[in-house]
């Protein structure tokens, strides 16, 4: 079925900026909503992002709402996170994930409702 492949992490100074990539094959990518979760070590995975299929609606976690926009290209079956104003708590493994059903705010939020998960990108955060 559907396969994600995340790129783009690495090192960055506080208030930094860095763009995340998520790569989609095997399925009808405009089928997805996409989102965006972050795991810090010794922590419970995080909401970040959401967007809807069409790109038309998006959801932010408040730790980053204001500095980080979710993004994505259907034609190119690609989604984005571009993190800016970085903070050293922003320091995580960062994961992409599709699910094919569609609700509100509280289907979006919930790890449990995405089906696929990319294999994870670090993303560290130096002051």
């Known amino acids: 079925q559907v396969q994600l492949v995340e790129s783009g992490g690495g090192l960055v100074q506080a208030g930094g900026s860095l763009t995340l990539s998520c790569a989609a094959s095997g399925v009808t990518f405009s089928a997805y909503a996409m989102g965006w979760f972050r795991q810090s070590q010794g922590k419970e995975r995080e909401f970040v992002a959401a967007i809807n299929r069409s790109g038309g609606t998006t959801y932010y976690g408040d730790s980053v709402i204001g500095r980080f926009t979710i993004s994505r290209d259907n034609a190119k079956s690609l989604v984005f996170l571009l993190m800016n104003s970085l903070k050293f708590e922003d320091t995580a493994v960062y994961y992409c994930?599709?699910?094919?059903?569609?609700?509100?705010?509280?289907?979006?939020?919930?790890?449990?409702?995405?089906?696929?998960w990319g294999q994870g990108t670090q993303v560290t955060v130096s002051s």
């Open positions: 994930a599709a699910t094919q059903s569609s609700s509100g705010r509280a289907y979006y939020t919930s790890d449990k409702d995405y089906s696929a």
